[in-house]
Nanobody, 123 residues
C-alpha cells in the first residue's frame, strides 16, 4: 500500500503563507487524484482542494483565491500553497491520494491518507 509523508505545517500569523507537501511512495501503479482535507477541533474533516490526474483542480469555497494545489507527477508529490491565512484556517491538514495497485495482473483502487500536519494561524 502507498505511504504518504506530509511536511510544511506550523504556526503563522494571520495574513501569512505556508506551503504543505505530501510525497507518496510504495506500490503505486497510477494516481487518479490527489487532495488536501482538514479537520479543525470539534469539526468534521472537510475537503480543501483536489487535483485530478488530468490536472483539473477543485477548491472549497472558503479557500478559493487564497490556496493553490499543485503536483509534481514525477515525484508523486502534491503541494498546497496557502496564502492570506486566517485564524479559521487553523486545523490538522491531511493529504489524500487515490491510486491503483497492480496485483496478479489486476488493478485495485485505494485511498491513502497522510498522518496529518498541524497548521495554526494566530497572532
Amino acid at each position: 500500500q502507498a505511504q504518504l509523508v506530509e511536511s510544511g505545517g506550523g504556526l503563522v500569523q494571520p495574513g501569512g503563507s505556508l506551503r504543505l507537501s505530501c510525497a507518496a511512495s510504495g506500490n503505486i501503479f497510477s494516481i487518479n487524484a490527489m487532495g488536501w482535507f482538514r479537520q479543525a477541533p470539534g469539526r468534521q474533516r472537510e475537503l480543501v482542494a483536489t487535483i485530478a490526474s488530468g490536472g483539473s483542480s477543485n477548491y472549497a469555497d472558503s479557500v478559493k483565491g487564497r490556496f493553490t494545489i499543485s503536483r509534481d507527477i514525477a515525484k508523486n508529490t502534491v503541494y498546497l500553497q496557502m496564502n492570506s491565512l486566517k485564524p479559521e484556517d487553523t486545523a490538522v491538514y491531511y493529504c489524500m491520494v487515490r491510486y491503483k495497485e497492480l496485483h496478479s495482473g489486476l488493478l485495485a483502487a485505494f485511498d491513502a491518507w497522510g498522518q496529518g500536519t498541524l497548521v495554526t494561524v494566530s497572532s
